[in-house]
């Protein structure tokens, strides 16, 4: 027996071994302490599954960081690199190059409204740095304004508009970022019981904030259209629709970062196309446009910003900005996406087995305080008491409880992705309904371990 990579099982384990010893003793990893770190060693992956160091199969219920919506190791996709790689693997930006051409016509084509022109970067949180950017030097205004319980990723500017504990220690108060609360009926900031109160009251607050901090002083207002790490809360009608309206009466430019939420993860090309007629002026994008096979990330940029710098130099840049590699990869992934309706097949999954399997689990656990979602774009809360809905861990943190259900989904084979007191249920968009009742029935088995923590 060999795995999809080609190893025996025992070749296998010692490959991770020696990686796990590397590991501890060079890499420095992100968001951690280091002392207390034991990362799992991935050896090989395929399509919706991906084999640990000890041989075992997981089911990958995350995506990895919720990115290979086109699943792990897809061939047309490995094919389009390794073509690349043999014809260029390097060229600079300034250069053109059909990769990065052609992925940007596909990007523009699938984009809502007339974003049609796309500057390439390295993944997301710097395509949110340059759409920024772009947005003050346009408007010659300093203020972005983000929502608590969002992210917008780890580099200066981006990880001050985010909205979550992440940001507390490189907050210096000096970024020009005022947060605002958006809607969230489960956790309401604004008392409401309805999702209709909801929507209204938030939109209320925003219109306050922009008001009180002075809409001549703002850029833009930066949203994910569906938030993604900070618990997939889909806003409620009317919402995304009425912050459109609030940009254009005061002059300011909506930023829709799509980086989690695009390219099919919630059953359409991007989550803003759920909302009709919103149209945003820019829309940041990464993960899922070539399913992380390589980095790439990028802004798609409406005609008005990008007539700013039709006679004025755009300052800034990247060294790989639409690097012919993670390009090449792009145009796989998307015409693989098209001709292989995975988009469309997210969206029947969510709504066929995901959504309607959640909710049955949500009947008969009573640590899950809610579902939510859309295609395959789910999170689960879980709760110690349905009534108060105190969550099982607390916003920011961990607990016991957490820790033992998502060691039990582990042991189970359920790879999950988890943030606080959530299990987010995402795996990627070519999942069969075969796969997602399997990782349903995992997960069945590890909530009995939360419910186990209940008082």
Request: hydrophobic content about 40%.
């Amino acid at each position: 027996m060999t795995l999809p990579n080609g190893l025996t099982p025992e070749a296998a384990r010692e490959q991770a071994a020696r990686a796990y010893e590397l590991d501890r003793k060079h890499v420095f990893h992100s968001w951690s302490a280091q002392a207390a770190l034991k990362p799992m060693v991935i050896t090989a992956a395929q399509g919706s599954y991906v084999w640990d160091g000890d041989g075992n199969r997981l089911l990958d219920f995350s995506s990895q960081m919720v990115n290979t919506n086109i699943g792990h190791q897809h061939p047309k996709v490995v094919a389009a690199i390794q073509e690349q790689a043999a014809k260029l693997c390097t060229v600079a930006p300034p250069h053109a190059n059909d990769a990065r051409s052609e992925a940007a016509r596909l990007i523009a084509e699938r984009t809502p409204g007339e974003l049609n022109r796309i500057f390439f970067t390295n993944g997301g949180a710097d395509a949110v740095e340059h759409a920024v950017r772009m947005a003050r030097l346009h408007t010659g205004r300093p203020k972005v304004l983000a929502r608590y319980r969002s992210y917008h990723g780890g580099t200066d500017t981006a990880v001050n508009l985010t909205g979550d504990p992440r940001r507390w220690p490189n907050d210096t108060g000096s970024s020009g970022v005022v947060h605002f609360f958006g809607p969230f009926l489960y956790r309401s900031q604004f008392h409401a019981s309805t999702e209709a109160e909801e929507s209204q009251r938030a939109l209320e607050h925003l219109e306050q904030t922009i008001l009180f901090e002075g809409p001549a002083t703002i850029a833009a207002i930066i949203l994910e259209p569906v938030p993604g790490t900070a618990g997939i809360m889909v806003p409620p009608p009317g919402y995304v629709a009425g912050v459109r309206e609030l940009c254009d009466r005061h002059g300011i430019v909506l930023i829709a970062d799509e980086v989690m939420a695009g390219f099919g993860r919630t059953g359409k090309w991007f989550a803003i196309q759920h909302f009709e007629g919103v149209v945003p002026d820019l829309i940041t994008f990464a993960k899922g446009v070539n399913s992380g096979y390589v980095p790439l990330g990028g802004v798609a940029i409406s005609p008005s910003i990008a007539a700013t710098f039709d006679d004025r130099a755009y300052p800034g840049g990247l060294t790989y900005s639409g690097h012919p590699l993670a390009t090449a990869a792009a145009v796989a992934t998307i015409n693989a996406m098209t001709e292989e309706r995975i988009v469309e097949n997210a969206a029947d999954i969510g709504d066929r087995v995901i959504g309607p399997g959640l909710r049955e689990l949500a009947e008969r656990h009573p640590s899950i305080g809610e579902v939510r979602g859309l295609g395959v774009f789910w999170a689960v809360e879980l709760v110690r008491d349905r009534n108060t809905r105190e969550p099982l861990a607390p916003y920011g943190g961990t607990s016991q409880a957490m820790i033992d259900t998502v060691a039990a989904a582990k042991s189970a084979g359920l790879l999950l992705f988890v943030n606080f007191n959530r299990l987010h249920v995402v795996p990627p968009c070519t999942i069969t309904e075969a796969e997602a009742k399997e990782g349903l029935g995992l997960l069945d088995q590890a909530l009995t371990v939360a419910d186990g923590h209940l008082d």
